[in-house]
């Protein structure tokens, strides 16, 4: 399945650190919160995550 430039970014800093805040990710990559977990849906629909870590 087909995933984004931002997508892949994405994935790269949750595979350094699978527990790291979507907050974090947001200031790192300049998005908001909501741009960060939106991706983060497209990547849990598309199989590449799992999901959530709690």
Do not use: W, Y
């Not at 931002?6 to 595979?15: A, N, S």
Request: proline share 4%; net charge neutral.
């Amino acid at each position: 399945m087909f995933m984004t430039e931002r997508e892949q970014q994405i994935l790269d800093l949750i595979k350094q650190d699978p527990l790291i805040p979507q907050n974090t990710l947001a200031e790192m990559l300049d998005l908001s919160r909501s741009a960060v977990a939106g991706h983060i849906m497209n990547l849990t629909k598309k199989g590449f995550i799992q999901g959530k870590a709690m």
